[in-house]
Nanobody, 123 residues
Framework: QVQLAESGGGSVQAGDSLVLSCVAS????????MGWFRQAPGKAREFVAA????????QHADSVKGRFTISRDNAKKSVYLQMNSLKPEDTAVYYC????????????????WGQGTQVTVSS
C-alpha cells in the first residue's frame, strides 16, 4: 500500500519561492500518476498540478502556469512542486495525491492522499 508524506511548506513573502516534496512509500509507488491539490480556508480543494507515472506528461492549473512546475524522481519515489513568484492567494494547505489512473488524479478522486503541508504567503 502506497503512503505519501509531504514536506517543504512554510511562511514566505510574496515573490518568494518554495519547493514542496512528497515521498511515496510502497513497492508500486512509481506506477502511480501523482499530483498536487490545495485547499485554502473556507474554499474547496482545487487542482494544482499532475504528472504521469513516467514523468513524460504534466498538467498545471491555469492559476499556476508559468509559476509552478511539477516534477518527479522515480528512483527516489518522490514528486516535487517548484513554486516561484508566490502570491498571497497561493496560501493554502497543499496535498500530495497518487493513483494508478492519471485521470483520477486530475479530477481529485485519487485513492491515496497525504496529510498536507501549509504554505502561507504574506504580502
Amino acid at each position: 500500500q502506497v503512503q505519501l508524506a509531504e514536506s517543504g511548506g512554510g511562511s514566505v513573502q510574496a515573490g518568494d519561492s518554495l519547493v514542496l516534496s512528497c515521498v511515496a512509500s510502497g513497492r508500486t509507488a512509481s506506477r502511480n500518476a501523482m499530483g498536487w491539490f490545495r485547499q485554502a480556508p473556507g474554499k474547496a480543494r482545487e487542482f494544482v498540478a499532475a504528472i504521469s507515472s513516467s514523468g513524460d506528461n504534466t498538467q498545471h492549473a491555469d492559476s499556476v502556469k508559468g509559476r509552478f512546475t511539477i516534477s518527479r524522481d522515480n528512483a527516489k519515489k518522490s514528486v516535487y512542486l517548484q513554486m516561484n513568484s508566490l502570491k498571497p492567494e497561493d496560501t493554502a494547505v497543499y496535498y500530495c495525491t497518487a493513483d494508478l489512473s492519471a485521470r483520477m488524479v486530475v479530477i481529485g478522486r485519487s485513492s491515496i492522499w497525504g496529510q498536507g503541508t501549509q504554505v502561507t504567503v504574506s504580502s
